[in-house]
């Protein structure tokens, strides 16, 4: 097949808050599956808080991104040729072929959709973000009913499925979000039972305290920072909290300071758990099996922001970063 | 009985580090017992940096102790006069009394000595201390054979311990204190694998990176601060952090800062729990029985600091929170 792939690669690395120069788009010859592989045309790319780490030179739990190279990410795609056994033209594929429009695979790393769910779902619900909350929430937080959760990040791909997760569990639900916009489709639309904007109040932690009056049980953090801090002024004794991302330090330049919070785990007898999504990793089955269950009981909504074409990965991405999205950001490349 | 009963009373707030006028030397008669009651005379004391708290105006997990009152802690007794059925003069008992002479109590509380240890062993290995390190770390840490165990505050009544507890579970043990004489009881006495003396090293996380070289898989935390901070780069995926105190926070007086530890929590699917010995309150017994099973085994050692006279316990309290002690701080009121 002939024709151009087009690609965004790491240009440059970001200090600080990371600027559409930092990547650049650039175009190349469709590559040509070998024996044993397949060609697979992007259908939609996933922009992810944690793709700001991959962007540092500095080996975390995954690799660094080099300069010059595919931005890393998750996928999906439809096969277009094939001399893989276990892929033919036509099927829909989940995978991690990264900001670009064409990829060759030798089917590692690669599974089926399910058909019965849209494809860029895969992406979201049905891929890593599900994952991460079905697992980071349920098997940290171990959330109790009748138990009050805090979420933060609560709009988000992960946040908004976490506090959805809780109210199944039969829990109280607040959630932290940064628009009203936000605050009203959790609490209209996906049954948080309290929701507030952290840029408008004046005191974080006296509305936490108001909305939570017998304290916090169960804190699902993805931002970190300043929030988090005030999640820690209110937990109740035996308090759990699952760390899936600190979005508010991403950006930071200098080692984030703030107040000491160890002896306060002493004094409410509390947990604190980091995690990643990978650790579960035998179990991803059981959780998309449930996920699915979930949302075709109606028991859990799902939303998508979808950006077009993949000059405007970036963008998307750096959107992301200022909590522009409404649930899953996702890149849509092409519709077969 | 007639005769004067000599108590510590708290005669101020401290504000930063306590001085000996924060405490008051009192007298007053000797408590009668009443029906249902027995009087008993202090043997030893206890001084723990959990005391520290107390004197603050500002309830923690336990209320302060209020101005002009007797300082809280753990004290042994003979019993020298007795209304109680469970108690009879000449039997040596443990309970919270505090820092006075004598005593009334109805019994509830107390409990009976182990005759084949030493009284004042019921303050340390035998008592809070030791319970503290036997279910603060097996409980959170889990250590398993052939793992890295860092041990903060390690040559004080709970890390001596804790050390120990872990070389009994065959882990590699480095412990961290604040001088040449405790690094060199707890490497060449306690069995340490290696030891520092954190203020005479240049570089706290760079000395744990030599002697951790596969990263620090269970951290049991006294202290807190810059010490932890340094744990925290050098830990292994799947660390466990016990925060049993934070010595180095207790006099501060603003809200201590410093590094935001959170991601790297979830860069190594890491856990923090903080605990209070009270909460494994149900299996008390079992602790008890093991510890002195392993003392009578020669498998843990034990060592006491001990100051004489109940006009010392401030100033042998001030010199616990300065890191004074070797082992076990306590105060001998009286010998029968």
């Known amino acids: 097949m002939t024709g151009t792939n087009r690609q965004v690669t790491l240009a440059a690395r970001p200090t600080g808050f990371p600027k559409e120069s930092d990547f650049k788009l650039v175009e190349s010859p469709i590559p040509e599956p070998n024996d044993g592989e397949l060609l697979v045309r992007t259908t939609f790319l996933s922009v992810d808080p944690y793709m700001r780490g991959r962007m540092n030179d500095r080996k975390s739990y995954a690799a660094p991104v080099q300069l010059g190279e595919v931005m890393t990410g998750g996928t ?4 277009i040729a094939s001399n893989n056994d276990k892929y033919k033209p036509g099927d829909d594929v989940v995978g991690q072929w990264g900001w670009q429009e064409y990829a060759v695979s030798d089917g590692r790393g690669l599974r089926s959709v399910i058909p019965q769910a849209p494809v860029s779902a895969h992406l979201g619900l049905l891929g890593m973000p599900g994952l991460t909350a079905y697992f980071g929430f349920l098997e940290i937080c171990k959330p109790q009913p009748g138990e009050t959760v805090v979420v933060s990040g609560a709009a988000g791909a992960v946040g908004s499925l976490v ?14 979000a940064g628009t009203d916009e936000k605050v009203q489709w959790i609490t209209d639309e996906l049954g948080f039972d309290a929701a507030f904007n952290y840029k408008t109040v004046d005191n974080i932690s006296q509305r936490l305290s108001q909305l939570c009056p017998r304290g916090i049980d169960c804190y699902f953090d993805n931002v970190g920072g300043p929030i988090t801090d005030a999640v820690f002024s209110n937990l109740h004794t035996g308090a759990r909290i699952s760390v899936c991302g600190q979005i508010s330090q991403y950006n930071a330049t200098e080692t984030p300071m703030g107040p000491r919070l160890l002896f ?8 604190i758990e980091g995690f990643l999504v990978f650790q579960y990793a035998d179990r991803h089955q059981e959780g998309l099996t449930q996920l699915a269950e979930w949302l075709q009981a109606g028991k859990i909504k799902y939303r998508e922001n979808i950006v077009d074409g ?3 990965a970036p963008s998307a991405f750096l959107g992301l970063l ?15």
Not at 76 to 79: D, E, I, L, P, S
Not at 163 to 176: F, H, L, P, S, T
Not at 322 to 336: A, F, L, R, S
Request: proline share 2%; net charge positive; with cysteine.
């Open 76 to 79: 999906t795609g439809r096969v």
């Open 163 to 176: 506090g959805q997760i809780a109210k199944i569990k039969e829990c109280r639900v607040v959630g932290i």
């Open 264 to 271: 306060r785990l002493i004094e409410k007898q509390a947990k």
């Open 310 to 312: 993949i000059e405007n």
């Open 322 to 336: 200022q909590g522009e999205n409404i649930g899953k950001q996702v890149v849509k490349i092409w519709e077969p």
